[in-house]
């Protein structure tokens, strides 16, 4: 079992940055890829960003790509989201999640292939 706790969230405005942050507990992380999904209201939840452990590998959606970067701390079981130049479009609430025992890479933006989820953080972009 692992227990995943979002924060960072917050109210910033558009061009501003956050950070945002996964800390896992109850098993280590350090063999599990992390992503991040958001959803907006009325939206359905869509994929942000993915860290592998193994290589540190990772994948942006499009619409994030060049402003947000992922990153892991592998000693606090830690995964980071840094998200730069905010725009009201991010607006969401952000979570992580974890995927223990049967990772594919072909299904890692598809929300229902991760089996632990944090319970969100929300972050509004403010034009």
């Known amino acids: 079992q692992v227990h995943l706790v979002e924060s960072g969230g917050g109210l910033v405005q558009s061009g501003g940055s956050l950070r945002l942050s996964c800390v896992a507990s109850?098993?280590?992380?350090?063999?599990?890829?992390v992503a991040w999904f958001r959803q907006a209201p009325g939206k359905e939840r869509e994929f942000v960003a993915i860290?592998?452990?193994?290589?540190?590998?990772?994948d942006y959606s499009d619409s994030v790509k060049g402003r947000f970067t992922i990153s892991r701390d592998n000693a606090k079981s830690t995964v980071h989201l840094q998200m730069n130049s905010l725009k009201p479009e991010d607006t969401a609430v952000y979570y992580c999640a974890a995927q223990i025992g049967l990772y594919n890479p072909y299904l890692r933006r598809i929300p229902d292939h991760y089996n632990y989820w944090g319970q969100g953080t929300q972050v509004t972009v403010s034009s």
């Open positions: 860290i592998t452990w193994s290589d540190s590998s990772t």
């Open positions: 109850g098993r280590t992380l350090s063999t599990t890829p």
